[in-house]
């Protein structure tokens, strides 16, 4: 039988690039004249009283090695257990008429 592990803690987190993804909406939407109103629904609510939010999806892949803690109760000690690690997000920037792109959500697809 195989010694047994126990996962005892994950000492690390895989951070979003959240300014680099701001930036790279901004500059798409830059380049390609993105501007109000866009869509056909964005035309027939747009009024000069109301402010628009545009949104702009991308998926982003975040790379990195998570730290986790286990117990080995073969050994009776804790290991250290790099484990190199990949997640795709799917990342929702908004904005208003005069800012630019925000980061406002991001949902893993994993």
Do not use: W
């Amino acid at each position: 039988m195989k010694p047994a592990r126990i996962l005892t803690a994950v000492k690390s987190q895989l951070r979003l690039p959240q300014s680099l993804l701001e930036d790279i909406v901004n500059h798409r939407t830059h380049t390609t004249r993105y501007n109000y109103p866009v869509s056909k629904i964005e035309k027939e609510f747009y009024c000069t009283d109301i402010d628009t939010i545009a949104t702009y999806t991308i998926q982003a892949c975040v790379k990195g090695t998570l730290v986790l803690e286990c117990y080995n109760n073969k050994l009776a000690a804790i290991e250290i257990v790099h484990v190199p690690v990949a997640s795709s997000f799917l990342v929702t920037c908004a904005k208003g008429r005069e800012e630019a792109f925000k980061v406002e959500f991001s949902s893993s697809l994993n």
